[in-house]
Structure formats: C-alpha cells, structure tokens
C-alpha cells in the first residue's frame, strides 16, 4: 500500500500519539490521552518501565524469532494484545472497527470494553475468535446480566471483569475541557472542531458516538449520575465476583489488580486470570505503576493463574520488561489508539507494526529467539 501519511516516519509509538494529537480537536484528544488528577500515575507507568534494566546476551544464534504466545490453549502471533477503550469512536471515527479487525489480522485478542461505541455483537464479528468481552458490573443486576447473555450470545469465550471501578476517576483534562455525558456542542468544541476539519468530517458521516451497548437504555438520562450508576456500581464485592465465576462458563479474568492478596483471591475463586492493571492511570494518581507492582503479585500466584498485564506498555521492550517479572501477556490501551488517530487504519497497522519491529528486534539484542523464553535471568544480571 503506498504511504500517503508518511507513516512509515512514525518511528515510535509517541510520534503517533503526536499526529494524532495534531488532528483531533483538544477535548476528544485529551479522553484518551489524559489520567487522573495530576497524572502522577499516568507518568509512573511509562517511566517506571524505563527503569527495569535488561542485559543482553550474545553469540547466540537469532536469525530466527518467535514471538508467538499461547493463551488459554490459543496462539497468538505476538504476546500483546487491545485493551479495552470506551468510547474510541470519540477519538477517531470507526476506531472501534478498526482495531478489532486490525486483531484479526495480526492474529491477537481484542477486547471489546463494555462502553466501547459499537455493539459487542458487531465487534465479536469483526474480531472472529480473536474478541474477548470485559464486562462493567452495573448498579442493576439486569444490566449486568444482560450484558453477560448478550456476550455469550455472540461467541465470546473470555470474558474480563474490570475491578477497579468502585467509582469512576476524576480526570482534571475532562473537567476543564467540560466534557459532558450525553455529549454537548459547547461553542469552545465547536471552535476545536473547526480547527480540525478531517476529525469534524469524518465525525459528521459517522454520528455522534455513544456507549452503545446500553443505547436504549441511556435514552432517558439525564445527568452524569445515570449514566454512571448504569455503567458501574460503587458495590461490586467478592461475593458479586464469586456469582459471576458461577454464571460464566468460559474463561474469567478479572482486570485491575494491584494488590497480591486480591491477586490469591481471584485465584481462590477459581478465576482463570487477572490483568494487574491500573487502568493506564485513569483511576487514582496516588497509586503504583504496574510494573513495579508485579513481583509481589507474581511470587504469590505463579502458576495457578495468567498473568496478564497493561497500563505504560510504549515500546516492544516494554513487553520483555513484563515477560521477565513474571507477566504472561500484556495488553496496550493508549498505543493502538494513537495509531488510529494518527492515521485510521493504516495508523493502526503502524502502531502493531512499531510494538512488533521493536519486540522482534530487542529478542534478537536480548540473545532470546523466542519471546516464551524469555525469564528472570535476564533482569538478574541488571542488578
Ligand atoms: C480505558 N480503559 C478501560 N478499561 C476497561 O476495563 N474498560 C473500559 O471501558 C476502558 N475505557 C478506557 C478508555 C480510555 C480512553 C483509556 C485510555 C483506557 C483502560 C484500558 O483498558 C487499559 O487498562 C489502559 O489503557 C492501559 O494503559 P495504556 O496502555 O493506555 O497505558
């Protein structure tokens, strides 16, 4: 395909998130782009990867490179994945879609949030075996049921309850920026989106976006407070998880965990993985980046559970960092949106792209050929 965008000068994952900044109008960059508070937590994540040293070993044969990942018996080309992102279409038009097929390509998962601005149904198609569903328990049990049968419905077989939700995060940008759930053309977005014509005419053909799986249900808000109190509930317990683990049937991973004794919960409860995960930093800016909350999660659960973790991954050594403390998996929020932002499909290709020339090369650096193999030796020798 010829590179009208000149994306192939994208070298980085942050040189995408610069074009994409550079074509969306402030407030719809700033949902994706922005954390909570002062953005403490956003920041530690990406530079406590920095942080994780590792040593490379060489004279070891590498001309050939496996980054293949096998996750509950399926394989995947590369051990990342789409987390899952509410309300993508906001950021760029047809997000959604996109990367669910982009997934498909690239044979890695994609999960499809709760909030996403397409039906699961039609992501699960676009996805084709490759989709993976993470569930927001509601504040109505009929909601969340509902959710759950549509789901198993539409084929998916992993379902990803996100924890970390008792209420949901103040994100100063939001505030300042106005941001209003049902949305609201404010002269200040309508000047921001004049600014950025390709966004505004893109956005027009598609409509304005909404969280679509609760459409019907969301018709009658009329505040901020409905909306949440349909999305999410401050009283989510142990107790909702464990009749959860009895309704489900496939695959259960519960997302957000930060704590090793709720990481030995999760895995007492029979759930078959967790995502140590801070929601990239959405959530609270007091608490630890997850890849320093790691090892005490892995010491007490290796080997009963999958560990899977997100929140910070930027690079394709980011990936390594995790696999040598002990992840299985890793997901990537902000990285794949940037790519679509920066320049729809062919962006996102560009985001997978980049995260995957990186990996590939660092094993070959690394002295690892294959990405299964890469364990705590290679950080011990940092140390
Ligand atoms: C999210 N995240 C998220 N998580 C979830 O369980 N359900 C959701 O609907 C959303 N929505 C959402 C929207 C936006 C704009 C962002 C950036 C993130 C959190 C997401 O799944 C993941 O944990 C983080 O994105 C990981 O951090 P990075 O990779 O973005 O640094």
Same mark, same amino acid.
């Given at each position: 395909m010829v590179d009208l965008m000149g994306l192939d000068r994208a070298a980085s994952i942050d040189d995408l998130r610069l074009r994409a900044k550079a074509r969306i109008p402030r407030f719809a960059f700033d949902l994706v782009d922005g954390g909570a508070e002062n953005e403490r937590n956003l920041r530690r994540n990406v530079e406590a990867f920095g942080e994780v040293e590792l040593t490379p070993r060489y004279m070891v044969d590498v001309s050939e490179i496996d980054t293949q990942a096998t996750l509950f018996g399926q394989s995947y080309d590369a051990p990342f994945g789409m987390a899952p992102i509410g309300m993508l279409n906001a950021f760029w038009p047809g997000a959604d879609l996109t990367l669910a097929r982009l997934c498909k390509r690239r044979n890695i998962p994609y999960v499809a949030s709760s909030a996403a601005s397409t039906p699961l149904e039609a992501l699960a198609e676009a996805a084709d075996g490759n989709g993976w569903f993470q569930l927001y328990v509601s504040s109505d049990a009929e909601v969340t049921e509902g959710l759950i049968a549509r789901a198993e419905a539409a084929g998916y077989t992993t379902l990803m309850v996100t924890a970390d939700v008792p209420a949901a995060g103040k994100r100063d940008r939001d505030i300042r920026n106005q941001l209003a759930v049902p949305f609201r053309f404010t002269p200040e977005v309508l000047l921001q989106c004049m600014a950025n014509p390709r966004w505004a005419l893109t956005s027009l053909r598609h409509g304005t976006p909404n969280v679509a799986n609760y459409a019907d249900l969301l018709q009658s808000a009329t505040s901020y407070a409905d909306v949440q109190k349909t999305l999410i509930t401050p009283a989510f317990t142990w107790d909702g998880l464990e009749r959860l683990r009895a309704r489900w049937k496939g695959k259960l991973l519960v997302k957000g965990i930060l704590h090793p004794e709720d990481a030995v919960k999760c895995a007492d409860l029979g759930c078959d993985g967790i995502v140590v995960s801070n929601h990239g930093g959405r959530q609270v800016a007091f608490g630890p980046p997850t890849i320093e909350a790691l090892p005490a999660i892995v010491e007490d659960v290796a080997g009963r559970m999958t560990i899977i973790l997100d929140s910070g991954i930027r690079r394709g050594a980011d990936v390594l960092r995790a696999k040598a403390r002990g992840a299985d998996f890793v997901l990537a929020g902000r990285a794949f949106a940037y790519g679509v932002g920066a320049g729809g499909e062919a962006g996102a290709a560009r985001a997978f792209e980049i995260l995957h020339l990186e990996l590939v090369r660092a094993l070959g650096q690394l002295g690892?050929? #294959?990405?299964?193999?890469?364990? #705590?030796s290679a950080l011990r020798l940092a140390l």
């Open positions: 690892v050929p #294959s990405f299964k193999d890469v364990g #705590s």
